[in-house]
């Protein structure tokens, strides 16, 4: 055993060994540049990635949501109510009904692009009424940045004139607000006849006072029955609910619907009605007193 051992010492000593060939130099390969790791770590972890994987996950989200429902009138499940998409200025109308309001919550609440941009705030009714809650949501809302208009709830049983006087002795309209509003619900006991009289008193001396034609806030049947043909020059706010279509000519002046009065808003612990605006920016800054 110790003579082969040897000899395969001796061997190993004369045969010449095999160079490995030399290593070439790597270029690259496969290998990752590290510029290139980097820079999809900036993309994955950059809040804009993320932003655009959370958009487009909701997006398809709410298409899945939204099968079966009118693709002009769907859900929104935060204001608890289905909202006419066509429309993009969005509001609604207070009063006393609604206690105190957060009007931060309120502007700061939006789904889909749908947020609170205007709100009618009740300010007197009859003679002798006023709204307990009016002075704080005057105050309030605007600062907010939301648009507002005072409406008055209108008697036709009473003096149109000095319904309209009550009305400006505590409603100063100013630059930048929606036009006042008249709003005649009923009849109470009295013809059609004498209601139209004394609303359209009650709306000249408005104007007179003030420059600024009013609105006139009305159900959709009560408008047909009573006003239609009657005041035409004055723009109308209508009452229509649950509809995804206001049921009304087009070539009549509506410039705000409202179609829901169920809504849940943030910072309102009551339903609330919701209102739309039917044109665009431009047409609304218009409709602002000036």
């Given amino acids: 055993m110790a003579a082969q051992k040897r000899t395969s010492v001796t061997k190993s000593k004369t045969t010449p060994k095999k160079k490995a060939p030399a290593k070439r130099k790597s270029s690259g390969g496969i290998k990752t540049p590290w510029k290139l790791i980097i820079g999809l770590l900036l993309i994955l972890l950059s809040p804009f990635y993320y ?5 487009a996950f909701t997006s398809t989200w709410q298409w899945i949501k939204d099968i079966g429902e009118d693709p002009h009138y769907r859900t929104y499940k935060s204001f608890n109510i289905r909202i006419p998409n066509k429309y993009h200025i969005h509001g609604i109308d207070v009063s006393y009904a609604q206690g105190k309001i957060d009007w931060q919550r309120v502007k700061n609440m939006e789904e889909d692009s749908v947020r609170i941009s205007f709100a009618f705030i009740k300010a007197t009714e009859g003679l002798i009424t006023v709204d307990p809650y009016f002075k704080r949501n005057w105050r309030e809302a605007p600062k907010m940045g939301i648009v507002c208009g005072a409406y008055h709830f209108f008697h036709p049983e009473k003096n149109g004139v000095w319904q309209a006087r009550f009305f ?23 013809k059609p006849e004498v209601m139209r009289k004394e609303l359209k008193a009650y709306l000249g001396h408005i104007y007179a006072q003030t420059g600024v034609r009013p609105i006139i806030y009305t159900g959709l049947s009560f408008y047909a029955d009573y006003l239609a043909g009657y005041f035409d020059e004055y723009k109308l706010w209508i009452a229509n609910y649950h509809q995804p279509h206001l049921q009304i000519a087009e070539k009549s002046n509506w410039q705000f619907w409202q179609h829901s009065d169920i809504a849940r808003i943030n910072g309102i612990g009551h339903t609330v009605d919701f209102d739309a605006f039917r044109g665009d920016s431009l047409a609304f800054q218009k409709m602002l007193v000036h």
Wanted: negative net charge.
């Fill in 168 to 190: 400006l002795q505590n409603v100063t309209v100013e630059k930048g607000d929606l036009p006042p509003v008249a709003d005649v619900e009923k009849l109470y006991g009295v």
């Fill in 51 to 55: 932003g655009y994987v959370v958009k």
